[in-house]
């Protein structure tokens, strides 16, 4: 079985586990050798204009498979126009690569979708713990969601979400967490009543789908 970290902070080479790890600050020293996602995180935005400079030269590397994680965050006191303008130079450099997005999103739902139109590369939402109300939207335009931390000791508000994504836009991360990516597998297959094998399954068609990173 052949597990899929779509988003991780914290990577950890391991047999039959493909991580995406992701940079989101000191781009000097991106990591080479395994998928990597890239991107100017809401939270880092001081040093921008030189590092979205960076960004569009190290982006084009094999190895970058994403831009991302990138997105507003309605939390940070990171200005909000200056959130917008980042966040929109990232969604013209992922479609000028033809790469997917992963995106952060705090209490901006409205305002990402409205951003995200005419964008046709896939997109991700990922740490999704959300109800599904709130994510509704997301679902019905094709994006794919990415689940982490909220399914470790979840409660009924995520299950009900995780429960409501269909199998074809789904994935699982670990993020800043530093748990097993295995973990996270289990629990999910536990809440959507499947076998941790048909999940496996079903992200390795996503990851095939959204990825073009044959060698691994
Ligand atoms: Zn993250």
């Known amino acids: 079985m052949q597990y899929i970290d779509v988003h991780t902070h914290i990577y950890k080479p ?7 790890e992701n940079t989101c600050n000191n781009f000097s020293n991106i990591p080479a050798g395994h998928p990597v996602s ?3 995180h809401p939270w880092y935005l001081d040093n921008t204009d030189n590092d979205i400079n960076v960004l569009i030269a190290l982006a084009q590397q094999p190895d970058v498979v994403a831009i991302g994680e990138c997105g507003l965050d309605k939390l ?5 126009n200056k959130q917008v303008k980042f966040f929109d130079q990232q969604l013209q450099l992922a479609t000028d690569l033809c790469k997917p997005v992963i995106i952060h999103c705090v209490r901006a739902f409205a ?3 409205f951003l995200l139109k005419g964008i046709k590369v896939p ?3 990922h740490g999704i713990n959300n109800k599904l109300s709130l994510v509704q939207p997301v679902i019905a335009q094709g994006y794919y969601l990415s689940f982490g931390k909220a399914l470790l000791n979840p409660g009924a508000s995520i299950m009900h979400t995780l429960k409501a994504v269909p199998a ?3 994935f699982l991360e670990t993020d800043d967490t530093g748990v097993s990516i295995r973990e996270i597998y289990k629990s999910a297959a536990e809440i959507r009543n499947i076998t941790e094998n048909e999940i496996a399954l079903q992200l390795q068609k ?5 990825f073009n990173y044959a060698e691994y």
């Open 14 to 20: 391991e047999e039959n586990i493909i991580s995406i």
């Open 38 to 40: 890239i991107g100017l």
């Open 76 to 80: 940070v006191k990171t200005d909000w």
């Open 111 to 113: 305002e990402i979708l």
């Open 123 to 125: 997109v991700i939402f």
């Open 168 to 170: 074809d836009q789904l």
């Open 206 to 210: 996503n990851y095939d789908s959204v």
